[in-house]
């Protein structure tokens, strides 16, 4: 019997051993480097930033609880502390995840817009961060949060308080703005579709990586904005066949003129860059 069980005994221990070594790697650049996770959790959006200091920052949370598996995942399994977590919009495939993490995790701060919305993942997302007292701040204005170890997140957008508010596309309420570790940079726009109106700001918007404009929607990714941005790597955030038939066409042909370097998760699964300040390298 144990004969015949001995191969699969041993494809399971080096999967395993695989699996270990793999994350332990990542775990090893991440010791004083910046690491920027784009998780494949379908179609949605969930990025875990691990600053230099190890601080946890999470940007949305995806469609489901696939976001719990890539915490435990990639983080150490005594760490269970969110310093910041930013939801950029309440639609529900950004903010559905958030709300098993915030039962899970001890979730410090979170920053969001708090614009009026029916979803019902999002109202279960208030109710935990009401239940739980987490200290919340609400972003109406361009700031520079500090994410901790050099790292800071400039936000260029929103312009006006939301809170509160009803309007007529949520997705233009996505909190937006530029992740900065010392020379180099990231742009995070959430779902915003009018980012062409930034260009008109004459902001400095050149990046090194751009998470592309609501999954790579054509409604979002102006050639005019990603122009300015000029990033050296796109990654786009997509679930596989999805319905939306994301990315669309126009999209990867404005990546395309840019020159960008286009990373998919629906093909290529979790996205890993990691940062020394000086450089971008993918994991």
Not at 24 to 35: C, W
């Amino acid at each position: 019997m144990l004969k015949k069980l001995l191969p699969i005994i041993i494809i399971v221990i080096s999967i395993t051993s695989i699996f270990f070594s793999h994350n332990g790697q990542i775990r090893g650049v991440a010791e004083g480097n910046l690491v920027v996770y784009f998780l494949d959790i379908g179609q949605g959006d969930a990025t875990l930033i691990r600053t230099p200091n190890g601080n946890d920052i999470l940007i949305d949370g995806g469609p489901d609880n696939t976001l719990i598996q890539k915490l435990g995942q990639y983080l150490p399994f005594y760490d269970r502390d969110i310093e910041i977590m930013i939801l950029t919009h309440p639609d529900s495939d950004h903010v559905t995840g958030l709300v098993e993490v915030l039962r899970r995790y001890k979730v410090k701060k979170i920053l969001m817009t708090r614009v009026l919305s029916d979803s019902p993942s999002y109202l279960s997302f208030l109710e935990e961060v009401d239940k739980e007292k987490i200290k919340v701040e609400i972003i109406s204005q361009p700031e520079k949060v500090d994410f901790g170890g050099g790292v800071f997140f400039d936000i260029i957008y929103p312009l006006e308080s939301f809170a509160g508010k009803e309007v007529e596309s949520t997705n233009n309420t996505s909190i937006t703005g530029q992740l900065i570790y010392a020379s180099t940079t990231v742009m995070l726009t959430g779902d915003l579709e009018n980012e062409e109106d930034l260009v008109k700001r004459n902001l400095n918007l050149k990046s090194d990586i751009y998470h592309v404009g609501h999954h790579g929607s054509n409604n979002a990714n102006d050639l005019s904005f990603i122009s300015a941005v000029d990033p050296q790597y796109a990654v786009i955030s997509v679930g596989a066949d999805n319905r939306y038939g994301h990315p669309n066409f126009r999209t990867l042909k404005n990546l395309e003129i840019t020159g960008a370097e286009v990373f998919r998760t629906d093909k290529l699964g979790d996205i890993i860059f990691y940062s020394d300040g000086r450089s971008f390298y993918q994991f």
